[in-house]
């Protein structure tokens, strides 16, 4: 039976059939990676940063913790709406429509997590922003985005390429940044 089915497979025909379906496969796969490489949809779809901050609005205004402590978080509705409530276009504009529906109905905008890493890494904000290091260097300039998308795969190999350049030149910070214990307790 066996030896039936791969007779007949090394005919051209069992060939072609080989073929189509390994390159179905394949396509299947890279479109696979492609979905997890697409950014999720998010609450407010058309949610504007470049906009937001070219009004000179802080990074900090909306993400405060990043100063503060591991976590910058993401805005509330109420952080929000304390602007929006004053503006006219939140009453008519579509891409402020789901902000406006979440106000009235009291539901909080659930942001789903893009730049993250895995639990079993331990990343603090402050000490790298008070290493002197701008949003930029690690989320790129969001000036110029609007949905929000990693500029770069947030992997250990990039966490410790700037470890190693940060620290060159100083051995005992060599140590401390390219440790293990550093990122992994
Ligand atoms: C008006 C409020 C506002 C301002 C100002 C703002 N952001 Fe955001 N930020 C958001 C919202 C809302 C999201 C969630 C939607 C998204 O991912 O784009 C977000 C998402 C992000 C994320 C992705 C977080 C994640 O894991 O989903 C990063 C990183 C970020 N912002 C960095 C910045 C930086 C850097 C600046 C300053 C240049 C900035 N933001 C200014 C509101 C703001
Ligand atoms: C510091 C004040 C401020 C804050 C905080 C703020 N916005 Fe805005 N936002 C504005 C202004 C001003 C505009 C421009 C309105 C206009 O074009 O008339 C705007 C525009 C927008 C637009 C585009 C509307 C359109 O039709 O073009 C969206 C969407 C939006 N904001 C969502 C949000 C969301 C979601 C948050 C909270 C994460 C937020 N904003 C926080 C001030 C703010
Ligand atoms: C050294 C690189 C680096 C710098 C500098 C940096 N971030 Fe992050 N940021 C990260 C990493 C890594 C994560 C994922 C952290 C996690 O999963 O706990 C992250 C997560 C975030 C998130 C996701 C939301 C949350 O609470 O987890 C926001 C928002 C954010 N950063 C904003 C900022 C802002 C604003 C600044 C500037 C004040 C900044 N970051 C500076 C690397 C950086
Ligand atoms: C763009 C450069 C850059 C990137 C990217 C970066 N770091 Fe750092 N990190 C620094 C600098 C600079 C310091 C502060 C060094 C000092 O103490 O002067 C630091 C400090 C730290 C510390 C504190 C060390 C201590 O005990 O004081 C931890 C933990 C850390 N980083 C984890 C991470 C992790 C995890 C990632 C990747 C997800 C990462 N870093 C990505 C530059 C970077
Ligand atoms: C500067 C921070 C940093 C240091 C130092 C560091 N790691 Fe990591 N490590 C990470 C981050 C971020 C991830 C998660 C992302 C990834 O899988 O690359 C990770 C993931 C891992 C994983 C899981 C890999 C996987 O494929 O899921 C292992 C195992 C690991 N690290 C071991 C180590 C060992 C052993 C050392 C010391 C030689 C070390 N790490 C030092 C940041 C660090």
Redesign the pocket.
Known sequence: MIQKAFKWLMQPLGLAAVLIVALAVFSLVVWGIAQTQKPPEQP?P???HQ??VS?G?QCL??HPGAVRGPSPG??T?S??W???QQ????QT????A??KAAHDSGTP?QWVPVAQVPDFVQFNHRPHVAAGLNCENCHGDLSKVDIYENPQVMNMGWCLACHKEKSAGNPELYIKLTDCGTCHY
């Open positions: 407010v058309q949610f504007p906009l937001h009004f609005v205004y909306c993401l805005p509705v952080k929000c304390g602007c929006h503006i006219a276009k939140t504009s579509v891409k402020l789901p902000l905008l």
